[in-house]
Every structure is written in structure tokens, then in C-alpha cells.
């Protein structure tokens, strides 16, 4: 079975700095997807930034990047040039590669503060 | 045009009531999912539908029982609740796994 781990429970970090959030997954799959969601106190869920195992390239949407390293089965988050409306929790998600019917795998998240 | 809607929002009712959650999503996606957030946050599976078609059933109480009646909306009805059935639930809908999943605002449930 697969399994998720965010071993940083909560965080902070001053405004206009940077930071990085910390994955790692374990799994016996050769394809997948890994994705980063965030949960503002709004409640909703929001999609971040994805990456396909297959692809060596590391995603960055704007201030979001992620250091993938498959043979270490770690998928740390970096953001950049933190903002106040970065406060949230944020979770790690593995999803198999099968068809349409995966099974997203959450961790238990972390929570991070930006402090002005 | 909000792309997966959940109602209620908010719902508060006494233990041994019967209460259903309903969603709908206009994306146009296959396959629709509900997960549960407990109180620590942990967000687990319980339901996926696909093309109306249950798919995943994880090991979940059978006092909750999902309904599809269209790919676009999948139902959540939970009977004689309990005070552990409180947490907030969540729908979402996916088209290919790639592309992860587009959730819904939520419902929190409390149960008294």
C-alpha cells in the first residue's frame, strides 16, 4: 500500500522569504502522480502544483516549485518570495498511474504561517 | 460557475437522525469521489464513483451509503448518526489522474 509522510507538522516563515515543505511517499509503482493541495481557513481545497514521475523535470507554477527525486521517493515543496495569503495547510498527494479511477493518498499536511 | 458544489455547508443535527449531503459537478469529469477530513485534518477516501459505477468502497460504516444518479452528481446519505461521524466531508471529481482532483468547498457536519 502506498503511503504519504510529511514529517514538518507546522511551520513558519517571515514574509518575502522562502520556504520548503517536505514529502516523501513509498511506493513499489514505476508511474504515478504527486501533487501538492492547499487549505486556506477558507476550507476549500486547492491544487498547487503537480508532477509526473515519469518526467525528470522539476514543476514550477510561479512562486511554487517542487525538488522531485523519484529514486529517493521525495517531493519537497519550495515557495518562494512567501505572502500572507500563503497561510494554509498543506498537503502531499500521490495518486497511481490507472485510468481514471486513482485513488488520491493524502498526508497529514502541514500547517505553515506566514508571519509579516 | 462553481465547478463542484456541495450542500449544505454547514450541518448540525442530533445523533440517530438521517441526514444527505448532495453534490454536483459541471466539468464534465468521470469520475466523482467523497473523502473525510477528521478533526486532525487527515483526508481519507470513503466513495468513487465512475459513470455511476461504484468503484472504490474503502472500509467505511454501512450506515453510509452513496448514490449517483447522473455522472454529474454523487449523493452522500448517512443513517442514524453517530457522534464520530463528525468531520468535514468533501466531493470531488477527476477526469485523469494527471490532472489530480477538483474539490468542492465542503461540509462540516457536527453531530450532538
Known amino acids: 500500500a502506498q503511503t504519504v509522510t510529511q514529517s514538518q507538522p507546522e511551520m513558519s516563515v517571515q514574509e518575502a522569504e522562502t520556504v520548503t515543505l517536505s514529502c516523501t511517499y513509498d511506493?513499489?509503482?514505476?508511474?504515478?502522480?504527486l501533487f501538492w493541495y492547499k487549505q486556506p481557513p477558507s476550507r476549500q481545497m486547492i491544487l498547487v502544483i503537480r508532477?509526473?514521475?515519469?518526467?525528470?523535470q522539476n514543476a514550477t507554477e510561479n512562486r511554487f516549485s517542487v525538488n522531485f527525486q523519484k529514486a529517493a521517493k521525495s517531493f519537497s515543496l519550495k515557495i518562494s518570495d512567501s505572502q500572507l495569503g500563503d497561510t494554509a495547510m498543506y498537503f502531499c498527494a500521490f495518486m497511481k498511474k490507472r485510468g481514471s479511477q486513482g485513488n488520491l493518498i493524502f498526508g497529514k499536511g502541514t500547517k505553515l504561517s506566514v508571519k509579516p | 460557475d462553481t465547478a463542484v458544489s456541495q450542500t449544505p455547508k454547514y450541518l448540525v443535527t442530533q445523533m440517530g437522525n438521517d441526514k444527505s449531503i448532495k453534490c454536483e459537478q459541471n466539468?464534465?469529469?468521470?469520475?466523482m469521489y467523497w473523502y473525510k477530513q477528521d478533526s486532525k485534518k487527515f483526508l481519507k477516501i470513503m466513495f468513487s464513483?465512475?459513470?455511476?459505477?461504484?468503484?472504490i468502497n474503502e472500509t467505511v460504516p454501512n450506515r453510509f451509503s452513496p448514490k449517483s444518479p447522473d455522472k454529474a452528481h454523487l449523493n452522500l446519505h448517512i443513517n442514524s448518526l453517530e457522534l464520530g461521524d463528525s468531520a468535514v466531508y468533501f466531493c470531488?471529481?477527476?477526469?485523469?489522474?494527471?490532472?489530480?482532483?477538483?474539490f468542492g468547498s465542503g461540509t462540516r457536519l457536527t453531530v450532538v
Open positions: 508532477q509526473e514521475a515519469y518526467k525528470q
Open positions: 470531488a471529481s477527476g477526469r485523469h489522474e494527471s490532472y489530480g482532483y477538483t
Open positions: 466539468l464534465g469529469h468521470d469520475t
Open positions: 464513483y465512475n459513470n455511476k459505477e461504484l468503484i
Open positions: 511506493t513499489s509503482e514505476n508511474n504515478y502522480y
